[in-house]
């Protein structure tokens, strides 16, 4: 057991570590010259300079992936050119919105989608199931930014219930921070939820033909026992590949999310710092996220391991 | 103890076209007797055990009546029903590949009827399961009792099945081609275990197959159904020695003769 | 044997039953095709033109000035709208292009060579997950600036790995055919395998990928539009419209509505087509839902 989780592990550095590379010689080897692209056309020669300069453009490519990498390693990411604060400082203070904001998101539509899916499978042609196709057609149609923006007209301006937009701070208050953080959840729990109730329902369709449901009722377990003790715990191993894939997802919709409601958070900065050309940033806050991405892909295959015991053989 | 009469299941499709696959079938099993149900496949034999269980596909529709010690089980709601499967009746089904949660152990899978029927607590309900698996003669039962599935070979998953369906001690057991999917080495074990433990609990047995071979040396009885239909019933000795049905002499035929003779010769001493 | 009853059924009622079966395909394929009508339309006509400014006229709710109303700058809605299907539809094509060409390209190859080619197409293909559309936007916008360029190079980027998975896994399955087996013992070589079996035998997968990757890529233009990184202005891109309508949010809400409906309803009206083409392909899914 302990051997698979650290080759797993490995297995995941090094997936990280083609990913830098590609980021790196994307981001800093294709364009010629960085520093030219992040002070624009009209830059003085001397500015240029002083900014090659600071970037160790002076360096060779080798060298200066490697510095970055042992940056990387040690919690030094470089230093924001826009902003002048370290990035690990930026990325620090934006996680504590986004992460909430991610943790949020999927509690609903996990709480959501679970649910429905199930009731949708088990009354199959139902009114709940067609609610739930209906439910599950129209969220993925749905743009999670526009989402935002009606829960805004609505909730915000006409209802008042919830602020239009911003965030000042966990230290500001509990209550008015979590406020600021609902409908941007909701909008991106929408169309989650709607992709994850399809799977649910079609993993729990699958499942409830198989033999070992009828040996369960036919030992006198009621169609309820056989559902949820038998059927659905097979059932989640599509389930829990699908949320592992949403993560990217998830991720990229937090960009616009965050936007739409003018949350401080990852999404927001990788935005800025696009059109600020702040390379620096970027190509940290890039590496960040495909490191978020890789480490759910790690927890998501452990987890297989605890639902399906067929797969404990081989690990 | 259980009395079928005029048994049909009408299978209607989407389009609300019906087909009969079981055909005004009746039959009396009485305690302690063994029924043997033969005929091809597609001759409704798994869908008769599965009206009997009222586990049939929600398209079919039964009719008829299933007399269990007086009930009519096709009347039953489906609550009283779920107090009949496990308790009064217990099934075994034809693959034991898939026939088992591959995502719980084994012990857990025995020891659910009787936490569900009888509550018993959970330890109880584990040592139960173990004596289970050593009466259907699994070695070292104390360790395999915690086994998943997947580690146990198709024989030994059988008999898990049969522990399953024995647990409460049902007063009649159904066993849908128990053996069609095992090594022939492997069927005679299943079956001396059925027969052993059939004539020590003193339940009633409906064993079901295509292979008149088998029905000849477990079965009392023996009814042969073609189409959904009875073609003939009666103790297994006359059947097979003497059989009216044009149908019944064809299987026979289509025996290989070396199994013929072997099986004639198990019909000998009346059973 | 078995007894049955068949019940003779008039014609007129075979078509209308057809059309309910299939009511997503239909559907489906309706939306769609109105959508590309709309957007070929705007090449040659529509009603006012969209880039139009005028000031004058700002902020007019529907059927004041237009059938659905004018922007902050006075230009007609209805107008962007349509030039909009134009350039989603035109994007979202090129990227599925990009991506279906060398995604399929890899996915076969990587199911006919097998061994160390397969394994490496398939890591990368893993790594490519991890980005999604709009990091791969923002770092082609970093280098390349906004643009349809931007777009479909982001896009494109990242149907590529969902085409290679699809087609590799649908092609290993044919590869086990009888039929293969038989022209492989005749003496054909995998290029040509490739081409006169494998291929037309994956066809119908790679179509109903097709359709619901546009819906995606649709949404992902939107989305990109919407933080600034797509086709630049002054030509009308549906996500464009609706960043700037939440300055306005309050004052003129049609002006959020009308792109985000229009949006929903063609990626929509693509998914259906998908779901549609797929059950019309497989009916064994259905029954399982």
Not at chain 2, 238 to 258: K, N, W
């Amino acid at each position: 057991m302990l051997r698979a989780i650290s080759f797993r592990l490995l297995s995941l550095l090094l997936t990280l570590l083609i990913i830098s590379v590609a980021i790196f010689i994307i981001l800093e080897v294709l364009p010629g010259d960085p520093a030219a692209i992040m002070l624009g056309t009209s830059s003085q020669p001397d500015t240029l300079a002083a900014l090659r300069h600071q970037m160790g453009l002076d360096q060779p490519a080798l060298l200066r992936y490697l510095t970055w990498m042992a940056g990387v390693f040690s919690g030094n990411f470089g230093v924001s050119y826009t902003y002048g604060v370290p990035v690990a400082e930026l990325i620090g203070a934006r996680l504590t919105v986004t992460v909430p904001l991610m943790l949020m998101a999927i509690t609903l539509s996990l709480s959501v989608a679970l649910p429905l899916g199930v009731f949708a499978a088990a009354r199959q042609r139902g009114l709940v199931d067609l609610g739930a196709t209906v439910f599950s057609q129209l969220g993925i149609a749905i743009p999670n930014f526009w989402l935002g923006l009606l829960l805004i007209l609505f909730f915000a301006l006409k209802l008042g219930w919830f602020p239009a937009g911003g965030f000042r701070g966990w230290s500001e208050g509990f209550w008015p921070s979590l406020q600021a953080l609902i409908l941007p959840a909701v909008a991106l729990a929408v169309p989650q939820s709607a992709i994850l109730t399809r799977v649910t329902r079609s993993a729990v369709l699958d499942v409830m033909n198989e033999d070992f449901v009828r040996t369960a009722r036919a030992k006198g377990a009621s169609r309820n026992r056989a559902l949820w003790r038998h059927v659905v715990p097979n059932a989640l191993v599509p389930f829990v590949t699908i949320l592992g894939l949403q993560i990217s997802v998830l991720l990229a919709g937090a960009v616009l999310v965050e936007n739409v409601f003018s949350l401080p958070g990852m999404g927001r900065l990788a935005y800025q710092a696009l059109t600020q050309r702040d390379l620096i940033v970027i190509k940290n806050v890039v590496l960040f996220f495909s490191a978020i991405v890789i480490v759910v892909n790690l927890i998501v295959d452990s987890i297989y391991i605890v639902l399906d015991p067929r797969l404990r053989a081989s690990a | 103890m259980l009395k079928v009469s005029a048994l049909s299941v009408d299978i209607v499709g989407s389009d609300g076209v019906a087909a009969r696959i079981v055909d005004d079938v009746s039959f009396d099993l009485a305690q302690g007797e063994t029924l043997g149900i033969v005929g091809e496949s597609g001759a409704g034999k798994t869908m008769l055990a599965l009206a009997i269980m009222r586990l049939l596909p929600a398209i079919a529709r039964p009719s008829g009546e299933i007399l269990l010690g007086g009930d009519n089980l096709l009347a039953l709601s489906e609550t009283d029903m779920c107090a009949v499967r496990g308790r009064r009746i217990g099934m075994i089904f034809q693959e034991p590949m898939t026939a088992l949660n591959p995502a719980q152990r084994v012990g857990t899978q025995i020891a659910e009827g009787l936490i569900l029927h009888r509550s018993l607590a959970q330890r109880e309900a584990r040592q139960q399961a173990i004596d289970l698996l050593e009466r259907v003669r699994i070695a070292d039962a104390r360790r395999r009792v915690d086994c998943f599935p997947h580690e146990l070979s198709g024989g030994q998953r059988q008999r898990v099945g049969i522990a399953i369906a024995l647990a409460l001690r049902p007063g009649l057991l159904i066993a849908d081609e128990p053996t069609t999917a095992l090594d022939v080495t492997v069927q005679k074990e299943i079956l001396d275990i059925l027969d052993e433990l059939v004539s020590d609990l003193r339940m009633s047995l409906i064993f079901i197959s295509h292979d008149i071979g088998v029905i000849g040396r477990i079965a009392d009885s023996t009814l042969v159904m073609l189409g959904g239909r009875k073609m003939e019933q009666g103790p297994t000795a006359r059947v097979l020695r003497a059989p009216t049905a044009a149908y019944t002499q064809s299987l026979l035929a289509a025996m290989p003769r070396r199994t013929r003779g072997s099986l004639a010769r198990t019909q000998e001493p009346p059973r | 044997m078995t007894a049955s009853t068949t019940i003779a059924r008039a014609p007129e009622r075979t078509a209308a039953k057809w059309l309910c079966d299939h009511a997503k395909l239909a559907g489906g394929a309706t939306t769609t095709a109105l959508f590309v009508t709309i957007a070929l339309t705007s090449l040659v006509w529509t009603p006012e033109n969209p880039t139009r400014v005028r000031i004058l006229a700002k902020l007019q709710p529907p059927l004041t000035s237009g059938l659905l109303g004018t922007d902050h700058l006075g230009r007609d809605v209805l107008s962007m709208l349509m030039a909009g299907a134009f350039n989603s539809l035109s994007i979202a094509a090129l990227s599925v292009a990009v991506g279906m060409t060398i995604g399929t390209a890899l996915g076969v190859a990587a199911a006919a060579r097998r061994g160390l080619f397969e394994a490496v197409v398939m890591r990368l293909c893993d790594a490519m997950f991890a980005f999604p559309p709009i990091l791969s936007a923002i770092m082609a916008g970093a280098l390349l600036g906004s643009g349809a360029a931007t777009a479909i190079v982001a896009i494109g980027t990242f149907m590529v790995p969902v085409f290679a998975r699809v087609t590799r896994g649908a092609a290993l399955q044919i590869w086990a055919r009888e039929y293969v087996l038989a022209a492989r013992m005749a003496g054909r070589n995998n290029f040509a395998i490739t081409f006169v079996h494998i291929i037309p035998n994956i066809a119908s997968q790679i179509i109903i990928q097709v359709a619901i990757q546009l819906a995606l890529a649709i949404l992902t233009e939107a989305g990109l539009s919407f933080l600034g990184l797509g086709v630049p202005p002054p030509t009308p891109s549906w996500g464009r419209m609706l960043a700037d309508s939440q300055t306005y949010l309050g004052l003129a809400p049609y002006l959020a509505l009308a792109p985000g409906i229009t949006i929903a309803l063609a990626v929509l009206g693509l998914n259906l087509l998908g779901d549609g083409l797929r059950d019309y392909i497989d009916p064994r899914r259905r029954l399982g839902g």
